[in-house]
């Protein structure tokens, strides 16, 4: 009886996909290591890097052990460390922080669809590594000034329970429904949604000044329209009920038009953002109460959904999405 069982389909899926993810991540941190003009965050991304090599080096080993191909994923032909910065104030962290947050997500979600222990240790081990880089960033950002905590609010003296039906007032189509004050799990999620948009904004701009493909261009810049959109209508909402809205003072890009980062990889990271994106807006419709929240989520994921599926047609044309493992074609073979 062999030692370890044969890796099933879900843990072959979802180590492919934290293979593509976690080299694509150490590409950027390589260009942005080679660029920060700050100690202390080139310490952090340069720690960030090293863990990180070793878990990809875990994930390379099962692969062989498995006798399965090794994934491309990202390698050194996909970064350019040698040209101009084209992120400036504190952007390096927050994106690495952004990706952090995707990827707290990402491992919790493969340790529900894993077996072995091996592959479960590896996911519960990255989940641990990413949470303590979250918080690290978090902290380097909040003493730059470059992390806008949410609103604060007086604390409950009593239990509450909702009367009646009005508390789910606030359909958009009604102009004469009567809209209750936000409460503090619907705060949350529009905080995080406009703080999220807020970096990707930036991170699109930057791809759309410098990728090399025009329609690729195109596409970003169409990125960051509906970004914005999305930031707009959400900061009005926080602005009805007179909360202050999240505000970014750093991370713009530069005048650079010369890029870092292949076609390929910036791709590759406006799928993962869409994918997160879409991820978090069914949380906020989840969690949203007031009937206009949900309504304007939905909208907001099907935009998404039919941005990234263009961005998708695009990646194939150029021949850059790499396709995960498959399952055995059992009608082909039987026929």
Known sequence: MPEKASITSTELGTLWLTYQEKTMILRVLE???????????????????????????????????????????????????????????????????????????LHSLNLTMTFREDINMLFEDLTALTQKYFRICSQYLLEKGLLVRTPYVSMPKSVEFVKDDSYLGGIALNPFSQKRTLNTVEVSHLHKAIESNLTGLQLILGFAQCADDREVKNFFNEGAELAKGIIKELSEVMIETNLPTPQTSGGNATDSTV???????????????????????????????????????????????????????????NGWMEEPPQMEDRKHKMN
Request: aromatic share 12%.
């Open 31 to 105: 260009y942005f290591i080679e660029k920060a003009d700050d100690e202390k965050a080139e310490a952090i991304m340069t720690n960030l890097h090293d863990e990180l090599e070793i878990y990809v080096g875990r994930i390379v080993q099962i692969f062989q052990e498995e006798g399965a191909v090794i994934p491309v994923g990202y390698t050194a032909k996909d970064v350019n460390k040698d040209v101009p910065k084209l992120y400036d104030n504190g952007f390096d962290i927050m994106f690495v922080r952004l990706l952090k947050e995707i990827s707290m997500g």
């Open 259 to 317: 890029a870092p980062f292949s076609d390929k990889l910036m791709m590759y990271c406006i799928s993962l953002f869409c994918s997160f994106s879409m991820g978090s807006n069914s949380l906020g419709t989840a969690f949203s109460l007031r009937n206009d929240l949900p309504a304007k989520n939905t909208i907001f994921m099907k935009d998404i959904f039919e941005y990234a599926h263009k961005g998708a047609k695009i990646m194939i044309k």
